[in-house]
Each structure stands twice: as C-alpha cells, then as structure tokens.
C-alpha cells in the first residue's frame, strides 16, 4: 500500500518480516512436519504481540500485518486469524473455565478451529449440565491440525458456544483439497462435552464482520502472492521459444491483476478503518469487501493458473493450490450470494426505496 504507515502498523510489519523470512527459507526443501512447527511458531509470536484482551473493533496494524503474512502462506494467515478469534471468543464468556482456555489460545498452547459457518448441528442437553453434540461442518480451516474445535451451536435456550478435544473425543475429519493448515470437512457423533467446555453465547455482528474481514485480509494477501509468483515464473518458463513474459497478452494481464489486488488492499483498509472507528457504514462495507474480495481471489488466481499452465510445469504445484485455497476462503465466512442479499436489504431499508 502507498501511504505512509503509522508507527502502530509499521511495528505490526517489522514483526512479521522475520516470520516470512522463516517460511520462506523452509518452503523449498521442507518436510510436512517441519514446516508445521515453523506456521506454529509463527503464530505464537505474533499471538505474544496482542494485547491482553483485544476488542472486536479491526486493527488496522493487525489487518496490514495479516495481508503481508498470507502473501508467503495464506495457510498460516489463516490459523492466526483464527486464533485471534478463538482468544476473543473465549474472552467473552464471563467464567474461569473460559478465561483459562482463552490464556491457552492466547499463548498458542492449543491450535484452534473454529466451526462458525451453517450446520445442522443438534446439542442434546443432558441432567448434569453436560451435553452431547452431532453435527457436520464443511471445509473448516486448521481442523486438520487442531487440537481444540471451538464450534457455535443452537442449544435448548439460544445458541451456544462448546469446546472439543478434536483428536481425543472423536471427532472425524475428512481432507479436503484445500491446504490452509488442512482445511477438512468434520463430523460430530454423539460426541460428549463436559459442563465446562459449553456455553450460553449471544449471537455477535461483531464476530462476523471480524471473521469475515479476516477473510478479505488473508484473500488479498494470497492475491498478491498468486501474482508475484507469475511473475517469477513468467519471465523464465517458455512456450515455445520465448518466455512467457515475452508475450504482450500476459504483460497486460500482469497489469489488470496488479490494478485488481490494489484495490483489494485499499478496500480491506477502508474496511478495517470503518470499523475501527465505529462507522455507521461499518457493517454494510465489511460484509461488501467479503463479497468483492471472495469474487476477486477466484478470479485472480484462475486467470494466474490458466497463463502458468501455458508453459510446462505450470498446472500444478502452488498455482493449484492457489486455486483451492480462493475457493475455501470464498466459501468461508458470509458468502458472497448472502453479502449482497444483506447489502441489498439494509439500502433498501436506510433509503426506503
């Protein structure tokens, strides 16, 4: 972005630079295993950054901090953006049990999903306080990897927010294609949560403009990686005799997709600087930036696959990737369908047309 930071955001960057250093000097020759400790190490230094009880309202710095960090792994921009979350969840349930959890997530002890999107999800309450859920979730990110499932459920007085042990209370997750900290689609049965790990949750915008913001944030930011690494591979892979930069079609192309990312970053600032400052319109551009920044990274990344695949060694490798996490990302959060619904609704209500 081309305006002069603040000493806030700047310090958020000069934080996460040495991180991107890191990931990036694994990604070459790194084992699976290796390269998970390194996104967890990751995320607990910048989780040691946040202040003790942050607030819902975005930060600006943490927003700019974000897109930088998914422009090297949108996967491990992704799980900070949960963890984030998972911490201000916990910290709005007034009890020491949460309070704990929510130290926990803080310090990266615990590697967080959080199943928040549309499920037919039943919580049966039982006479002790405990409960047992069923459920399905899809395409949930960090569910692969994580430790805790934080998830929000409709219970018997109102929806509720539980804790579950993913890996030592059955619950199933089956891989999906996507790759953000293995995104993967989990099934609850019968599963058993404890009094302790449940409950009564007031349903908060502020929790959906903040996971969708997110969203936009770690989207634009794998915009920007998608285009920089064609450009790498443009200007050595060849069709035919020439570089693929050599032709004139895709130097514009280069150009359309640069004008499409700078204004996904000037969009998601916007966005966060609403916010922050309580704007009336606040809501109405959070749930807009979604929207256009879900359509945007699709596009984005399907035209990069299509020019890379133009040269050999080019339909594979990240520019497939790439493809899939545009998808989970779009699909994650308020859908861009939905987006415009709500948009459509609230201005035909404020100018009652």
């Known amino acids: 972005m081309n305006y002069e930071r603040n000493e806030h955001e700047q310090a958020w960057l000069d934080a996460v630079k040495p991180l991107k250093g890191q990931l990036e000097t694994l990604k070459a020759d790194s084992s699976s295993e290796e390269w998970g400790q390194a996104a967890l190490s990751c995320i607990r230094a910048l989780q040691a950054r946040d202040p003790k009880t942050p607030d819902w309202r975005p930060d600006l710095g943490v927003v700019v901090a974000l897109m930088d960090l998914s422009t090297v792994?949108?996967?491990?921009?992704?799980?900070?953006?949960?963890?984030?979350?998972?911490?201000?969840?916990?910290?709005?349930?007034e009890t020491s049990e949460w309070a704990e959890a929510a130290e926990s997530f803080k310090a990266g002890e615990n590697l967080?999903?959080?199943?928040?999107?549309?499920?037919?999800?039943?919580?049966?309450?039982?006479?002790?306080?405990?409960?047992?859920?069923?459920g399905v979730w899809e395409c949930v990110p960090n569910a692969a990897a994580a430790e805790r499932l934080l998830a929000i459920v409709q219970g018997d007085e109102g929806p509720e927010l539980v804790s579950i042990d993913a890996k030592a209370v059955g619950v199933a997750l089956s891989q999906t294609a996507s790759s953000l900290m293995g995104s993967a689609d989990i099934r609850a049965e019968d599963v058993a949560i404890a009094a302790d790990c449940r409950a009564a949750f007031k349903a908060s915008s502020d929790l959906r403009r903040a996971w969708n913001l997110g969203l936009a944030a770690v989207a634009t930011g794998l915009m920007r990686h998608a285009m920089a690494v064609l450009q790498g591979f443009s200007a050595v892979a060849k069709e035919g005799a020439k570089p693929l930069a050599a032709d004139q079609n895709v130097r514009y192309t280069l150009a359309e997709l640069l004008t499409r990312v700078q204004t996904a970053?000037?969009?998601?600032?916007?966005?966060?600087?609403?916010?922050?400052?309580?704007?009336?319109?606040?809501?109405?551009?959070?749930?807009?930036?979604?929207?256009?920044?879900?359509?945007?990274?699709?596009?984005?990344?399907?035209?990069?696959?299509?020019?890379?695949?133009?040269?050999?060694?080019?339909?594979?490798?990240?520019?497939?990737?790439?493809?899939?996490?545009?998808?989970?990302?779009?699909?994650?959060?308020?859908?861009?369908?939905?987006?415009r619904s709500a948009i459509a609704d609230d201005l035909l209500a404020r100018y009652e047309v």
């Not at 999107?117 to 049966?124: I, M, V």
């Not at 990240?318 to 990302?329: D, R, V």
């Open 265 to 339: 970053e000037l969009f998601v600032a916007r966005a966060a600087w609403l916010g922050r400052e309580g704007d009336f319109e606040a809501e109405t551009v959070g749930m807009a930036v979604k929207a256009f920044v879900s359509d945007e990274v699709q596009t984005v990344t399907t035209i990069v696959h299509q020019i890379a695949g133009r040269a050999a060694g080019g339909r594979g490798g990240f520019f497939t990737q790439a493809l899939s996490e545009a998808a989970t990302l779009a699909v994650s959060g308020t859908t861009a369908d939905k987006a």
């Open 73 to 93: 792994s949108a996967s491990v921009g992704m799980a900070w953006l949960v963890q984030r979350l998972a911490v201000q969840l916990a910290q709005t349930l």
């Open 112 to 134: 967080v999903a959080l199943a928040i999107g549309p499920t037919d999800a039943t919580l049966t309450i039982q006479a002790d306080g405990s409960a047992r859920l069923t």
